[in-house]
């Protein structure tokens, strides 16, 4: 937010020469929230260092978050997280640019990436929340840090089908909540307790239910002619592998029933991911200021051992992502104006 930094040049002795230069915006290499504490080795520049201030919950003196790196006013109310970088990229070019004619995209040197612009009139952001339960943690954490208001996230992400009713190519929607799958260490020690659970399942958290009930219709809508809609209960592993049932020769997982008894105790169970249980948790920790749910789009068949041909993501993210911002979109929060409570680097009024 507020434009790119000013043109620098990196001091002498450093970078591929004395007088070498960062990329500008436009640049494909320019990414104007760069902040690495170490140098660039493919484009031969050294970063921006930055300080970071109070154990607890760093920031920087741009009052930029930790792992994620935006700062107030680059981060809209209603959020749409996805795990691939790719697809949020993808998902973003259907955002209606801010006042000042761009989607304003902050990249951290984590990987993590947020576009901010419009939809249907509304600010939005999309951030690339990449994989697993501590990332989400990170995102929701961080967004919650610098937005003033009431929030409301949806996670568009891929998943495998647990149950026949959501094979390949369906669209399962969390409105059951979600539940947690994870590998207990305890019970692969040498000294192992013969009555340790290998893996452990955590009670359901529901899902907000009115945000669900648009979410579903929205995806049916826009993607029913052609696409299933399902809704069910999701269940979030602590990993791709073994929590998920998958089978490995190399190492002692003791899986091999594993999605079989995922069903046995959650009979609602429709999708298997890594990353809307713990959306759901931080909603429910969140005293009342975020509602949360989930879709996801069946990419493996976990009963039947078959993968989505790879052709037809594109064109149901794309529909799948339209009815998600619609959803957002047409949420009623409770939000303050954009430049009076984040002044002239607000994002959707720059």
């Known amino acids: 937010a507020g434009g790119p930094p000013a043109r620098a040049v990196a001091p002498a002795g450093q970078g591929a020469s004395s007088a070498e230069e960062w990329p500008e915006e436009g640049d494909p290499d320019f990414s104007e929230d760069d902040y690495s504490w170490y140098s660039n080795s493919r484009t031969k520049r050294h970063n921006k260092l930055k300080s970071f201030s109070d154990a607890n919950f760093p920031t920087d003196p741009d009052g930029r978050v930790y792992h994620l790196q935006f700062r107030r006013g680059d981060v809209a109310n209603r959020i749409i997280s996805v795990g691939d970088v790719g697809r949020a990229e993808f998902l973003a070019s259907m955002l209606e640019p801010a006042l000042d004619g761009r989607v304003h995209k902050v990249v951290s040197s984590r990987g993590f990436v947020t576009h901010t612009g419009r939809y249907g009139g509304q600010p939005v952001s999309v951030i690339a929340t990449l994989m697993g339960v501590s ?143 713990h959306l759901l948790d931080m909603c429910r920790a969140s005293r009342g200021s975020i509602r949360g749910s989930a879709a996801a789009l069946v990419l493996a068949a976990r009963f039947s051992n078959e993968f989505i041909d790879s052709s037809q993501v594109a064109e149901v993210m794309e529909k799948a992502g339209r009815a998600a911002f619609e959803t957002v979109a047409a949420i009623d929060l409770d939000v303050p104006h954009g430049k009076e409570a984040y002044g002239d680097d607000c994002a959707w009024h720059a």
């Open 135 to 277: 990332n989400m943690d990170m995102v929701v954490r961080e967004a919650r840090a610098v937005v003033d208001g009431e929030m409301v996230i949806v996670r568009v992400g891929t998943c495998g089908g647990l149950q026949p009713a959501a094979p390949v190519g369906t669209i399962v929607i969390a409105s059951k909540g979600a539940a947690s799958c994870y590998r207990n260490p305890d019970a692969f020690a040498d000294d192992a307790d013969s009555s340790e659970e290998l893996f452990r399942f955590s009670k359901p958290i529901p899902a907000d239910d009115a945000l669900s009930t648009a979410l579903a219709a929205n995806m049916r809508k826009h993607v029913g002619e052609t696409t299933s809609v399902v809704e069910g209960m999701n269940v979030t592993a602590c990993s791709f592998y073994s929590s998920q049932g998958r089978s490995d020769a190399a190492f002692d997982d003791r899986n091999d029933d594993l999605t079989d008894v995922l069903v046995e105790h959650y009979p609602e169970a429709m999708s298997l991911e890594m990353e809307t249980f």
